[in-house]
């Protein structure tokens, strides 16, 4: 299985985008297939959409949800489009839903409890993902 089929198969991938520095800043994150792109939902004003406006270059590699890699291989390269066009919001959070039922529970009950947890209370984005490698 080559690099890039390994992350459009993962459940979570470790996301770098890059500083103006060239520094990458790294961060878990769940990933959808969407037809024949890979897709990651986040907040409309997170820090990775801010470098994103910078520099649309990314690296991903298969994580568990704490960030740690899980497979021995390179990081995959490729470009991010960030879209914020409420359709396809709405779609990839339903594609999101799908995949990661147990997790989006979780998270929407602690966050009623704890509102350090709560999540997605803001405009929102999709980065819709174009790897360099292979078609994933």
């Known amino acids: 299985m080559t690099p890039a089929e390994e992350v459009a198969r993962a459940r979570f991938v470790l996301l770098a985008t890059f500083r103006a520095s060239g520094e990458a800043v790294s961060t878990p994150v769940w990933i ?14 997170s820090g990775k959409v801010r470098r994103l406006a910078r520099d649309s270059t990314v690296t991903l590699v298969p994580c568990t949800p704490g960030g740690e890699p899980t497979v021995a291989t390179p990081p995959v390269r490729g470009r991010a489009l960030v879209v914020t066009d409420p359709d396809v919001v709405r779609h990839v ?10 997790e989006h529970a979780v998270i929407r ?3 009623r409890f704890r509102p350090s947890w709560r999540r997605w209370t803001g405009p929102q984005a999709v980065l819709r993902l174009e790897l360099d490698d292979v078609d994933a």
């Open 109 to 111: 009950v602690l966050g």
């Open 93 to 102: 959070w339903s594609l999101v839903r799908r995949k990661y039922v147990v």
């Open 32 to 45: 959808v297939r969407d037809d024949d792109r890979l897709a990651i939902l986040t907040d409309l004003d």
